[in-house]
């Protein structure tokens, strides 16, 4: 048994398809199903079960173990390369869109120039996969606002953020301070996040709270096409006090704080207590305290 065959064993448990395992790790399809079966006979023990595809009750032993194995491997390359300081370092980094295009390209231009063999995958989701992503070891750092559970994973505190209503300027709306008060936008349209995601719950509550049914006209994932959209006198919607500080300001956008309401978030990076951080990897959070 060796380390490239572990890691085919967890693609194919993870693809649930040889065809497309082998794909993803860039052989054949009968070399792939060849060396698991070889794995398996030097076992004693079958792994997967076929037609359908499934890891066996020995095979589940092994991909919970094969797991635990692959970290402790990446974590001792990670170890060597920061020793030798000549090795590439790797770091998967998982953050919403909206914020990757606020923060990151500063942050990584000054990380790059310190760290110009580590290499940086950002993988952009929402923030629910996000944390899905994070429990399953596909990414090192998750950065947003739904704490994972704090007894196996650290959050480092960024700040608390506010959510702002943000409209358009050409609905005329009257605002006598910095406050505006949300029974203003009864009977206009709104522009939502998915159900799933926690600014889509949050407006609904609040403006049900307010004794109203937000009237949604788009859906929408992504917060730069929602600012966009708002832009155009689409409609209204809640987006986060970062976004707005360090996005480009738009003509036709207003934004205000909810009177009445002081709601804070906070805004962090989150990783496993037990992982080991590599340089770029400690330098990349002190970049993003000092930026947020």
Partial sequence: ????????????????????????????????????????????????????????????????????????????????????????????????????????????????????????????????LLKQMLINDKIDFYLGTENPDSSIYKAEHICNESLYLVFPKNWNIQTDSDEIDIKKFKDKNFITFPEQLILSRYLKNLCEENGFEPKSIVECHNAETIYSLINEGLGASFLPELFLKYFPPKENVCYRKIKGYNYKREFAIFYKKDKYLSKPALRFLELFKEIA
């Fill in 1 to 128: 048994m060796n380390i490239n065959q572990i890691k085919q064993v967890l693609t194919v448990a993870e693809e649930r398809n040889f065809t497309n395992a082998a794909k993803k790790l860039f052989i054949s399809q009968p070399s792939l199903s060849k060396s698991i079966k070889l794995l398996e006979e030097e076992l004693g023990i079958e792994l997967f079960e076929r037609n359908p595809i499934k890891p066996t009750y020995a095979g589940e032993i092994f991909i919970s173990k094969a797991k635990k194995i692959i970290s402790e491997f990446g974590e001792l390359e990670i170890r060597m390369s920061d020793i030798s300081n000549l090795s590439q370092t790797y770091m998967v980094i998982g953050i919403p869109s909206h914020r990757c295009y606020c923060f990151m390209p500063k942050i990584l231009r000054e990380l790059h120039e310190e760290y110009p063999n580590c290499f940086i995958k950002i993988e952009e989701y929402p923030t629910f």
